[in-house]
């Protein structure tokens, strides 16, 4: 990749034009959704967050089936499980699964992570655990972690069918693999009684800080992430009063605690090339591995935020192949 300062020209590669134009309506509509005020059109939203619902007949090779945790905060998750006849017997590795989108908006039950997660248990094949966790502004952080940790703990005491708990991987897109970090960060500090966390996935991880990163700045104008979007999301998210140099957000910044004494599993930290937030990204991967971690972390250059969401793109499918190399022979 080469650009500048001021080359919004080289912010994406070359993508499909249905898919670039898809991208761009669904910013757009992102972005009329996020008040000033903080707050979020949900009703807006709700025109295009379509739903799918849970399926004990295997749609795409897949069953689903969804578990409440504590009904008071709506805290559950979706289950996916492959059928085919050469896993269905099996107890597969669990892969606890967190979201993305800026900790605001989608669910577990949302289409694009619906077929995400359905993607990954068909193929990499594993007991998917996609968690549905508070959203902000409605609930700011720590919310969302500690919806992380309870879902493990429950799982612990409650196994999924055809799971095998001594395999458990913690994985997360976007504002989910920053879930998954510090959902992951607690979890080395607990004793479970079946659960053993195996790895670490971060995708794309959604990391930032006050400071403008070079990245941020070349790939100003790139599909699906934009400064002010990211901005408006931190706000929204981080504790009443907090700038982006919060531990939430900024995981090795200035206020941010040691962390060299906490366990952590082996991690696989997947980046693209045309993601501003990649320079963070790699900050994260450079500050685990001074603080003692065993991490490994894949870029693919032409890559632009959520590849991993979008099939036709070449990226998706190498990343698919890169999971489950990491869940079955690490």
């Known amino acids: 990749m080469s650009g500048t300062a001021c080359g919004r020209a080289g912010a994406s590669p070359d993508l499909p034009w249905m898919l670039r134009l898809s991208l761009t309506i669904r910013d757009t509509f992102i972005d009329a959704c996020l008040r000033r005020d903080g707050t979020v059109n949900r ?19 897949v069953t689903t089936s969804d578990t409440t945790v504590d009904p008071s905060r709506n805290l559950w998750f979706r289950l996916f499980l492959p059928t085919e006849s050469a896993t269905a017997c099996e107890n597969l590795p669990v892969v606890v699964h967190f979201h993305g989108s800026g900790f605001v908006f989608f669910t577990a039950d949302s289409k694009p992570f619906d077929d995400f997660c359905r993607r990954l248990s068909r ?13 902000a502004p409605e609930h700011r952080c720590p919310s969302q ?23 458990c991987f913690i994985a997360g897109d976007s504002a989910g693999g920053n879930i998954a970090h510090h959902v992951a960060a607690r979890a080395g500090e607990f004793k479970f009684r079946n659960l053993k966390i195996q790895g670490l996935i971060p ?5 930032g800080g006050e400071e403008r990163t070079e990245s941020e700045i070349q790939l100003a104008g790139a599909p699906v992430v934009s400064m002010g979007r990211t901005d408006w999301c ?3 998210f981080l504790p009443e009063g907090s700038d982006r140099d919060h531990p939430a957000a900024n995981v090795f910044g200035p206020k ?3 962390i060299s004494g906490v ?3 082996k991690c696989l930290v997947f980046i693209g090339g045309f993601d501003p937030l990649k320079d963070w990204q790699k900050r994260y991967c450079e500050g685990m591995k001074e603080n003692g971690k065993i991490l490994k972390m894949i870029e693919y250059p032409n890559a632009i935020h ?25």
Do not use: C, M
């Open 43 to 61: 009703r807006l939203f709700s025109f295009v967050d379509l739903k799918r619902p849970p399926s004990a007949k295997p749609a795409n090779g």
């Open 123 to 135: 193929e990499l094949p594993a007991a998917v655990v996609s968690v549905n966790y508070r959203l």
């Open 145 to 167: 972690y500690d919806d992380g940790f309870d879902v493990l703990k429950f799982i612990d005491e409650n196994p999924p069918p055809n799971s095998d708990l001594s395999r």
């Open 203 to 207: 995708i794309q991880p959604y990391f």
């Open 234 to 236: 931190w706000k929204a």
């Open 256 to 258: 941010s605690g040691d």
């Open 263 to 265: 366990k952590f599993p």
């Open 306 to 330: 959520s590849f991993y969401g979008i099939p036709e793109l070449p990226e998706s499918s190498l990343f698919v192949k890169e999971f489950s190399n990491f869940i079955y022979f690490q």
